[in-house]
Antibody, heavy 121, light 108 residues
Framework: QVQLVESGGGVVQPGRSLRLSCAAS????????MHWVRQAPGKGLEWVAF????????YYADSVKGRFTISRDNSRTTLYLQMSSLRAEDTAVYYC??????????????WGQGTLVAVSS | EIVLTQSPGTLSLSPGERATLSCRAS???????LAWYQHKVGQAPRLLIY???SRATGIPDRFSGSGSGTDFTLTISRLEPEDFAVYYC?????????FGQGTKVEIK
């Protein structure tokens, strides 16, 4: 059974940094691409970043490009999101999601429960 | 970037009724790479439909998807109490994945 557990959220001041983690289990982590998706309060889902199964390909939403970095440690079956220069508009629940297969063009077949990031002074 | 527009924003229906949700894309979605997700407050989103019309594992057959190109539809044939939630469409045909803004299906 696929399990994705996010951690690392909290309250952070504007301009500071924060690193989110997503611990994966129940599948061969190193064989699947992974995503981060966020939901701001009262808003819909927004895709944030993708990393391929081997870390060789990474894509970012324009809203976070240059500020956020997605990475993974296949030996620890963990996905990361390093967030820097945080802004109030980055306040959201952040979800990690598993891609269906190795291909880039694929949907998300499992999601975590999310971790809340609040950017406030 | 492909922009997805969902309508209506809110659908007020009673259990047992039929729900029809629309998703329109700003440009053609390649190979019908269109998915639908259900999201309840405090829970993880749940994949319902992929490839525009294929049900995900364990999804009841009252959920069905259709469409191609720029116009897609999610239909719930008879609403059950557990179906009241927010539904999102998503395109995954490009490396800039995008979601619609969501349709809330609420109890009338």
């Amino acid at each position: 059974q696929v399990q994705l557990v996010e951690s690392g959220g909290g309250v952070v001041q504007p301009g500071r940094s924060l690193r989110l983690s997503c611990a994966a289990s129940g599948f061969t982590f190193s064989s699947y691409g992974m995503h981060w998706v966020r939901q701001a309060p009262g808003k819909g889902l927004e895709w944030v970043a993708f990393i391929s199964y081997d870390g060789g390909n990474k894509y970012y939403a324009d809203s976070v490009k240059g500020r956020f970095t997605i990475s993974r440690d296949n030996s620890r079956t963990t996905l990361y999101l390093q967030m820097s220069s945080l802004r109030a508009e980055d306040t959201a629940v952040y979800y990690c999601a598993k891609a269906r297969g190795m291909a880039v063009a694929t949907y998300f077949d499992s999601w975590g429960q999310g971790t809340l990031v609040a950017v406030s002074s | 970037e492909i922009v997805l527009t969902q309508s209506p924003g809110t659908l007020s229906l009673s259990p047992g009724e039929r729900a029809t949700l629309s998703c329109r894309a700003s440009q053609s979605v390649s190979s019908s790479f269109l998915a639908w997700y259900q999201h309840k407050v405090g829970q993880a989103p749940r994949l319902l439909i992929y490839g525009a019309s294929s049900r995900a594992t364990g999804i009841p057959d009252r959920f069905s998807g259709s469409g191609s190109g720029t116009d897609f539809t999610l239909t719930i044939s008879r609403l059950e109490p557990e179906d009241f939630a927010v539904y999102y469409c998503q395109q995954y045909g490009t490396s800039a994945w995008s979601f619609g803004q969501g349709t809330k299906v609420e109890i009338k």
